[in-house]
């Protein structure tokens, strides 16, 4: 478009007559600020597109750069995002999932959608190109079938589409997967209450902020499978458990419920984890700017954002969320807490102490 654009005006130009010239520049000009702005926002998209397609191509030996699991897999443009457009005529379904209030939404690089509650995945979205159908699937644990018909434990998926147009079909999977997933039944109340704690689980905690900031945060969960040439023993995969999005500024979040024994001892994961977080970031800015405008494009377009968001930055370091789960402060735990900031000041890591009220 840009080139036949840039043939006309040549073509005009040629002819020496300003006066034409000027009127062509007028009609190929936005015709008003929103215009201008949508202008800009795709051809920053497209050069970080082809940033992106370069890199990836050369991280991952020159393979597809439409391989699954890439910055540049995700399509604003796939059939999934214009079948649920807002604008358009979705599913009835999809208009109950956006207005539930303990129900949040995500977009995933292959081009699907999960449906969280509470930091459990209660629906995975696909769109099936041959039927030209979307497809929503749910654990058989989650509709009270926790085993196969042969008898066996293993984890299964069921398509679930029809059965969302049932009313109370969401309710019904939301009780199983706080029960089984999130453990919020007597057992588990009977376990906080012995432990002296407020909330045992990091994924809850999550869905609550989530739930909580909805305009704060643009991503969850994010997951980004490295090369073969950057594995490191097992760490095969960067993960991020919130992504921000305030003011224009991106930032990665990782949160810890502050009882986690991982936060002390001789071998510590959190400094590993977060100095690795950090190379990544630095190493991938224009990638997760590409990557997050694409998002934030979708989730507007989808219903999910009432605005669409601009990115004119990033934090080139990750920060650390401490939750205070603890429902007694004793002065083992007072102590516990003041080597572990002891700990992380000495490394140089930001990190945040919240109480878990102040979450909810």
């Known amino acids: 478009m840009e080139k036949s654009k840039s043939g006309i005006l040549k073509k005009i ?42 890199f990836e191509s050369t991280k991952n030996n020159n393979m597809s750069t439409r391989a699954k699991g890439k910055f540049t897999s995700l399509d604003p443009d796939h059939e999934i995002f214009t079948v649920l457009a807002i604008h358009g005529n979705p599913p009835k379904w999809w208009i109950d999932i956006l207005e539930d209030k303990e129900l949040y939404i995500e977009i995933r690089k292959d081009n699907y959608i999960n449906v969280y509650y509470y930091g459990g995945c209660l629906i995975k979205i696909t ?14 644990k989650y509709i009270g079938d926790i085993k196969d018909k042969d008898g066996n434990n293993e984890s299964k998926y069921c398509n679930c589409i029809e059965e969302l147009e049932t009313p109370g079909y969401i309710r019904l999977l939301k009780k199983n997967i706080k029960e089984i997933y999130l453990k919020d039944n007597d057992k588990g109340t009977k376990r906080l209450k012995e432990d002296k704690l407020t909330v045992s689980s990091e994924k809850k905690v999550q869905g609550e902020f989530i739930l909580n900031n909805r305009d704060l945060y643009i991503d969850s969960e994010f997951a980004y499978a490295l090369p073969l040439q950057e594995v490191e023993n097992e760490n095969k995969i960067i993960r991020f458990d919130l992504v921000r999005l305030k003011e224009g500024v991106l930032s990665f979040v990782e949160l810890k419920l ?62 650390l969320l401490l939750v205070n789960n603890y429902s007694e402060l004793t002065d083992g735990r007072i102590d516990r807490i003041k080597d572990i900031e002891s700990i992380l000041r000495n490394e140089k890591i930001d990190y945040t102490i919240l109480d878990y009220s102040k979450c909810e």
């Open 127 to 140: 769109y099936n190109s041959n039927s030209k159908k979307l497809r929503a699937e749910t654990h058989q």
């Open 258 to 319: 502050i009882s986690d024994p991982r936060l002390r001892g001789k071998n510590i994961d959190i400094i590993k984890q977060m100095k690795k977080y950090s190379d990544y970031i630095n190493d991938n800015k224009d990638l997760f700017v590409y990557y997050y405008l694409k998002v934030a494009k979708i989730k507007y377009k989808i219903g999910i954002l009432k605005e669409e968001p601009s990115i004119i930055r990033i934090s080139k370091k990750p920060i």
């Open 13 to 54: 130009r040629e002819k020496r007559n300003p006066e034409e010239y000027i009127e062509a520049l007028n009609k190929m000009a936005p015709q008003s600020m929103e215009e201008a702005v949508e202008q800009g926002k795709k051809s920053r998209i497209r050069r970080l597109s082809r940033q992106a397609n370069r």
